[in-house]
């Protein structure tokens, strides 16, 4: 079982930057592919990037490549987002998701835990 609690969203202007981390429990962290994903009101969830379990390999939506970084600290058991020069358009509730695997996931259907979520708001 594996516990995720995001934290770090809030309310930024246009071009501005945040970081979003999500701290998991367990002492097996490293076996988990993780990834982040996002759900704006009236859409459904899509994934923002992903990580395997070294850090070693890393996905990003077409949306955020190159604005966004996934990254992650096994020794911490957190994975971050950092998210630059944001816009309006990535307002939404950003999740954190893990998966006991070794492989990069990219597909929300295959993660097995979930964090409660956390408001970004980027106001134009």
């Known amino acids: 079982q594996v516990q995720l609690v995001e934290s770090g969203g809030g309310l930024v202007q246009a071009g501005g930057s945040l970081k979003l981390s999500c701290a998991a429990s367990g002492r097996t962290f490293s076996s988990y592919a993780m990834g982040w994903f996002r759900q704006a009101p009236g859409k459904e969830r899509e994934v923002v990037a992903a990580i395997n379990w070294s850090g070693g390999s890393t996905y990003y939506a077409d949306s955020v490549k190159d604005r966004f970084t996934i990254s992650r600290d096994n020794g911490k058991n957190t994975v971050y987002l950092q998210m630059n020069s944001l816009k309006p358009e990535d307002t939404a509730v950003y999740y954190c998701?893990?998966?006991?695997?070794?492989?990069?996931?990219?597909?929300?259907?295959?993660?097995?835990?979930w964090g409660q979520g956390t408001q970004v708001t980027v106001s134009s």
């Open positions: 998701a893990a998966d006991r695997t070794l492989v990069l996931v990219t597909t929300a259907g295959h993660y097995e835990y």
